[in-house]
């Protein structure tokens, strides 16, 4: 009975308690704000220091694919480890490794013993350990914050995220014109902050499900069948089934429209520095996105929502075929990515709303692996584009495939006439 009375004590304190003097949840976010920009840091240098090793943008394509292809791979059972075992001891371990594999990349870079398969193996390692560490730590925020201050705190975490995407690439850039193993090393910093922060905190325990458990059905493909269950969940809501299908495709176009316009940049013989501030337009779309969610879900529609952001995608990405220079790129790239964080908040809130704590970690494996799947498309599809096709061809490429997909979702009747949620 004392220890029911301390955990309802403790948990009408948290509720009391503003969300910027919640010290768990803001301690869990400085440390993924530092692996973001760790991340978003180190992304610039992969794909140049790629081509400076083998001079085709189709290989550093393939470096992506594999980073996130390898994630996408191993999220759904990655999902439901998370559902059985301790988040914060999973994302410790995520964070050690991935910071001991960038620590690989480094010695490899300083002994002059780097090459193109080496990194394919780190893009792997790195992959899974994003499987793992991303719904864990999403959990553990969900554990630290009450009901009420979910949206405000997915928010906020999404205003991390684009504020990480808008300092990295410039930082990226200038680190590695100083030198290739720096940004490597600040992605390691990112990533020890990232796990003191992880080892800090005390999360309470999960309450108690308040009806029974119902027992997970028997299959013949056993654990397989459970991994995939998240995925089945989410796909059989129609109106989350179109929304991930629709963030999907703009990771898919963003991806690919990003790898062009380094490619473009470099060809023009523009700096590391110039060409991350180029890719900061991203992360300030996001940024602004992030302000406008209230706005946005205040006066649109889920359906309208969803369209207007896909056409919005489509239009700068094919505008991104003019060669107007870098901050031309910018502002395309910031048009591009406004609507994001409306959709993925909105995702995000139904999930965990909606979902019992017992099968989270397979829902948010599984949102993470149909949102993300676009992504390593696109790295791949646009590589092998700019290989064979140029820029202009590739651009055209990726906006057709864009625009295709805007005008299924104006055609079905059922995106259209979407309506939020009670």
């Known amino acids: ?104 990349i480094v010695l490899s870079l300083m002994a002059d013993r780097a090459n193109f398969g080496l990194l394919i193996l780190a893009a792997i390692v790195l992959g899974a350990g994003t499987a793992f560490g991303a719904p864990a730590r999403m959990l553990l925020i969900r554990a630290v914050v009450p009901d009420h201050q979910l949206t405000a705190a997915l928010s906020q975490d999404e205003a991390r995220s684009g504020a990480a995407a808008l300092a990295g690439p410039p930082l990226g850039g200038a680190l590695y014109l100083v030198s290739r193993t720096f940004p490597f090393v600040a992605a390691i910093v990112g990533f020890v902050i990232s796990f003191v922060c992880a080892l800090v905190i005390r999360v309470p325990k999960a309450e108690p499900p308040t009806e029974p458990v119902e027992k997970e059905p028997k299959s013949a493909l056993g654990p397989l069948a459970n991994a995939f269950s998240g995925v089945i969940e989410l796909l059989g809501d129609r109106l989350l089934r179109s929304a991930l299908l629709l963030i999907s495709i703009f990771y898919f176009s963003i991806t690919a429209a990003i790898l062009m316009v380094m490619v473009t940049l470099r060809d023009q013989e523009h700096s590391p520095g110039t060409i991350g501030l180029a890719l900061s337009g991203t992360a300030v779309g996001m940024l602004v996105g992030s302000a406008l969610v209230p706005r946005l879900n205040r006066l649109l529609s889920p359906g309208a929502l969803l369209l207007s952001a896909s056409t919005l995608t489509t239009l700068a990405v094919a505008l991104l075929a003019l060669p107007l220079g870098p901050l031309w790129v910018f502002a395309m790239l910031t048009l591009a990515a406004l609507g994001l964080p409306a959709l993925k908040i909105l995702v995000d809130i139904m999930i965990f709303r909606q979902t019992p704590d017992h099968r989270r970690g397979r829902a948010i494996a599984a949102t993470i692996t149909l949102i993300g799947a676009g992504s390593p498309l696109g790295s791949l599809v646009g590589g092998l584009a700019l290989q064979f096709l140029g820029v202009t061809g590739a651009i055209v490429l990726i906006a057709g495939t864009q625009a295709a997909i805007t005008a299924a979702g104006l055609a079905s009747r059922h995106v259209r006439s979407a309506r939020w949620p009670e």
């Open 1 to 104: 009975m004392s220890e029911r009375l301390r955990q309802s004590d403790s948990a009408t304190l948290a509720t009391s308690v503003p969300l910027r003097r919640n010290r768990r949840f803001q301690i869990l976010w400085i440390g993924a704000a530092s692996a973001n920009l760790g991340l978003e840091t180190v992304e610039v240098a992969y794909p140049l220091l790629i081509m400076s090793l083998t001079g085709s943008p189709a290989l550093a394509g393939l470096f992506g694919f594999a980073q996130i292809g390898t994630a996408l791979l191993v999220g759904l059972p990655a999902g439901a480890v998370v559902d059985r075992w301790d988040r914060r001891r999973i994302l410790l371990i995520s964070e050690a490794v991935r910071a001991l594999t960038l620590l690989f």
